[in-house]
Nanobody, 123 residues
Framework: QLQLVESGGGLVQPGGSLRLSCAASGFTLNYYAVGWFRQVPGKEREGVSCISSRGGSINYANSVKGRFTISRDNAKNTVYLQMNSLQPEDTAIYYC????????????????WGQGTQVTVSS
């Protein structure tokens, strides 16, 4: 019953925008760091961004810095990833993950993972 569900993926042209959502059910995200990851066939999963339990600490991969924005609304038990200026190299399955740590981002040992949502950037 403890689940994370991503939504908001789809097909977009280069330069376009998408907003991904990560909604938790069965538990509250108030005490969890949340990360966004992406993976393409034949390559390792890479971290995109992370946000601490109350949003005080945020990190971005260099490849998305300045284009993507992570945010959270704990009242809605949801974390968002606003993706602007999308490029074909952003095409991937995007996953969110949560881990019970407060006050910091984490890059490993995420406890809960979503099923992923496909983002395709193509003309």
């Amino acid at each position: 019953q403890l689940q994370l569900v991503e939504s908001g993926g789809g097909l977009v042209q280069p330069g376009g925008s998408l907003r991904l959502s990560c909604a938790a059910s069965g538990f509250t995200l108030n005490y969890y760091a949340v990360g966004w990851f992406r993976q393409v066939p034949g390559k390792e999963r890479e971290g995109v961004s992370c946000i601490s339990s109350r949003g005080g600490s945020i990190n971005y991969a260099n490849s998305v810095k300045g284009r993507f924005t992570i945010s959270r609304d704990n009242a809605k038990n949801t974390v968002y990833l606003q993706m602007n200026s999308l490029q074909p190299e952003d095409t991937a399955i995007y996953y969110c993950a949560a881990h019970p740590v407060q006050g910091m981002c984490v890059s490993s040992e995420y406890r809960y993972w979503g099923q992923g949502t496909q983002v395709t950037v193509s003309s």
